[in-house]
């Protein structure tokens, strides 16, 4: 199948006296649409933290493309980016806000501007683009977050919640876009306790209790067939938020 992505064995992570990962064994393969679903407090962004070694201080081992991501944190944040759920946007234009993370990287001029009108676009905020980013509505600043990671050249989108508390007609643009991300060959990790979304995107999705990984699956087999009870429940829609 040759080299795996990402792969974590035995990740365990806490926090003080809550264990947000237990013992997570997984592996993210090249171009696949990974998505890791659960309730509220299951794990999820703690996941999607560790895997852009924005949270560095965790047991277990991850690889990356073949390195030691404990070893080489840079190297691993420069090939993934991560959008958060609650985005904070900076004192400037939607254009700045997007292009800040292309800057940092060395991006100017022409292609700097072009590439973030193509993203703006894509999302159908190209008209924000002189906006005050603080003055969004909570919609467009989502759009604004996932712009401001996929317009950045990655390996891996870590995407969290992407579509939290959106409106369909949103849900609908940023999930057209992650497909077409995808498409690309782009690797997508996605975070996201809306079933549809994980079966609309995902080609597999794991299901993650209480920092457990419960089970690793196939998008069909994990709604049609689950093999661990626990899953069955959630996918069948007896669970709690
Ligand atoms: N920075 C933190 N400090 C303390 N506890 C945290 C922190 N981040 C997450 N947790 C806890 O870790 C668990 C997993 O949280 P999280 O990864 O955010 O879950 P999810 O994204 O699935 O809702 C929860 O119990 C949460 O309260
Ligand atoms: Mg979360």
Known sequence: MGEPMISLSGVSKRYGDVIALRNVNLEIKPGEAFAVIGNSGAGKTTLLRVVSMLETKFSGKYVFKGIDAKKNPEEVRKRITMAFQNPVMF??????????????????GKELREKVESVLES???????DKNAR????????????????????????????????????????EHTIAKMRKKGKTILLATHNLYQAKRLADRVAYIENGEVVEVNETDKIFESPKDERTRRFVQGDHYF
């Not at 004192?91 to 100017?108: C, E, H, K, Q």
């Not at 999302?123 to 683009?129: M, R, S, T, V």
């Not at 996929?150 to 891996?156: S, T, W």
């Open 91 to 108: 004192r400037a234009s939607v254009f700045d806000n997007i292009a800040y993370g292309l800057r940092i990287r060395g991006v100017n």
């Open 123 to 129: 999302l159908g905020i190209l008209d924000l683009a």
């Open 135 to 174: 003055k969004l509505s909570g919609g467009q600043k989502q759009r604004v977050a996932v712009a401001r990671t996929l317009v950045i050249d990655a390996d891996v989108y870590a995407l969290d919640e992407p579509t939290a508390n959106l409106d369909a007609e949103n849900v609908r643009i940023i």
